[in-house]
């Protein structure tokens, strides 16, 4: 009994998951206003059509740990393992990615499509003048 109850939680916790993925990027960025605006209603997130999710002044920027407590209140998910993370490396890990394709070209602070060097100056000596 107690294994199919972890599994739903589990279930739900995967739900609750997606449609946060879901709502980061299916977003719509409003650049006049400078605010990402809610394109359809995710009732898990509770958040509804039209709702600002993040913006430059004056919104309250919407936070995954805070759904999740109010689910865990309810008794409806649990908290992951520290030693495996919380919800806030959840968060780092998978919506924190780079959006811009620049940010992305580099792993590591080394560039994916290194294409060789510059020639070095003065034949390899480097910058003194000996």
Same mark, same amino acid.
């Given at each position: 009994m107690e294994t199919t109850s972890r599994v739903e939680r589990d279930v739900f916790?995967? &739900? %609750?998951?997606?449609e946060w993925g879901l709502l980061w990027r299916e &977003?719509?960025?409003? &650049?006049?206003r400078a605010e990402? %605006?809610? %394109? &359809?209603?995710?009732? !898990?997130?509770?958040?509804?059509r039209g709702h600002v999710i993040?913006?430059?002044?004056?919104?309250? %920027? !919407?936070?995954?740990?805070q759904i999740m407590a109010v689910y865990a209140s309810q008794g409806l998910v649990?908290?992951?393992d520290p030693d495996v993370g919380g919800w806030g490396k959840f968060v780092r890990t998978h919506e924190g990615r780079a959006a811009h394709w620049r940010a992305r070209a580099f792993v590591n602070g080394q560039s994916k499509c290194k294409k060789g060097g510059q020639h070095m100056r003065k034949g390899g000596r480097g910058w003194l003048h000996k």
């Open positions: 916790r995967g &739900r %609750v998951k997606e &977003r719509f960025d409003d &650049r006049v990402a %605006v809610s %394109v &359809r209603d995710y009732p !898990l997130v509770f958040t509804s993040f913006a430059t002044r004056n919104a309250k %920027v !919407l936070s995954f740990s649990y908290s992951p």
